[in-house]
Structures are given as C-alpha cells and as structure tokens.
C-alpha cells in the first residue's frame, strides 16, 4: 500500500490565486482529515469527512472547501489565497470500524503564499 | 474544551540514557491517545496507539502509558539512539464515534547527543 499521498510537495501562490491540494489513500479508510500545522499553533483540523459524500467543519474551516466524492480522494480547495494560508497542510485517514481510530497521515504540503 | 499539553518544549540527552516524554490533557473523557514521531520536514509517523480502556501500550523500545483519572500520558523510550531525534506529538481523541475529534499538543524535540 502506498498509503496516504499527497500532492504537490510544495507550492508557492500569489495572494488571491486558488489551487486545490491533493490527498489520496489506498487503504480504504472511512475518515479522512485536513490538518494545517504552524509554529506555536500545533496542527489544527480543517475539515473532515467520515465517507463519500459527507463533510463537516473542523476547527479553522475559514477559507477551505472539500468535496469527498470517491472513498479515495479528498481534495482541499484554496478559494482566494491569502498570507495567513501559509502553512503546512497534512492530508489524514483512519478506519472507523472496530473503533480503533488509528490516525495514519502523508507527508504534506507546503504551501507558502506572498 | 479539551487541551493538551506537552512539556518540555525540547530535551536534549546523550546517547544511552533512557528518558520520559510528558503529555496532560485537561477532559478525562477521552476516547484514545495516539503518540506520533514527525521527523523535519516529514508528516507524522504513528507510534502507539492506547484505548481509554488501557492502561499501556508496548512496541520494541517505546512504551506509552496513559492514566485517565489524572490527564496524563507518557512515552517512555529506552536506550536512546541518535536515530531517536525527532519530534514527538501527542493527541487525544474525543468520542467513540467517527466524528470524534483528535486534538495535539505542539510536541517535544527530542535531540539524542551520540
């Protein structure tokens, strides 16, 4: 299994453009999450999505869109970047059967807008 | 609100030494506690996972205990190896459903001197 991927590694944006980060998973995980982490803030929850077709809110969903359309995939939208967007952004999935919850992550993105 | 918290903020040890990592949290109705490894650069590397009904978890030279009634979990690693430096995370999850919401603490950096 190639696990929890992430694209693209790195990017730079301008401050209004958009861009979509992609997060992708091969083990059939139910939960998927977008994380950003920033110095002194520790990684905070964007949003989530317990299954295709459904997604709630985290605790800085300002700025964010996600769409969970394949089991698979979980894209994080970027409307109208902004400086305070710059981050760390990490893409997360977990079972939720057997209520074992066991949070795998990818390797993230950085993502520095100007 | 839950909370948590990991202190020190960085420790720096020589090689051999056998040492505790610290993490409290302030809601004892905690669903599971999940230690990760997040090597510069990297995403996070789980570690040990402990259910609220354990009361320790064991994999090769890491042992993480967990005591609800007083908020607080411990990552003990034996024999410390330069191979060890990284920082570590802790996050407690609330909720036995899959809404359940995984909150971090913002790590020790762990410097292992050969």
């Known amino acids: 299994n190639a696990g929890v991927t992430q694209t693209p590694k790195f990017q730079v944006l301008k401050t209004g453009q958009s861009m979509t980060l992609q997060c992708a998973q091969d083990m059939n995980h139910e939960y998927m999450s977008w994380y950003r982490q920033d110095p002194g803030m520790g990684l905070r929850l964007i949003h989530y999505?317990?299954?295709?077709?459904?997604?709630d809110q985290g605790e800085v969903p300002n700025g964010y869109n996600v769409s969970r359309s394949t089991t698979e995939d979980f894209p994080l939208r970027l409307l109208s970047a902004a400086p305070s967007q710059t981050s760390v952004y990490f893409c997360?999935?977990?079972?939720?059967?057997?209520?074992?919850?066991?949070?795998?992550f990818g390797p993230g993105t950085r993502l520095t807008v100007t | 609100k839950q909370e948590v918290t990991q202190i020190p903020a960085a420790l720096s040890v020589p090689e051999g030494e056998n040492l505790v990592l610290n993490c409290s949290f302030t809601?004892?109705?905690?669903?599971?506690l999940q230690w990760f490894r997040q090597d510069p650069g990297k995403g996070l590397t789980s570690l040990l996972l402990?259910?609220?009904?354990?009361r320790e978890q064991t994999s090769g030279r890491l042992n993480a205990s967990l005591d609800k009634s007083s908020g607080r979990s411990t990552l003990y690693i034996a024999a410390s190896q330069p191979g060890d430096s990284a920082t570590y995370l802790c996050a407690g999850r609330h909720g036995s459903s899959n809404t359940g919401k995984l909150i971090f603490g913002q790590g020790t950096t762990l410097q292992v001197k050969p």
């Open positions: 402990i259910q609220s009904s354990q």
């Open positions: 809601d004892s109705a905690i669903y599971n």
């Open positions: 999505s317990v299954g295709a077709g459904i997604t």
């Open positions: 997360a999935s977990s079972y939720t059967m057997g209520g074992r919850y066991e949070q795998y």
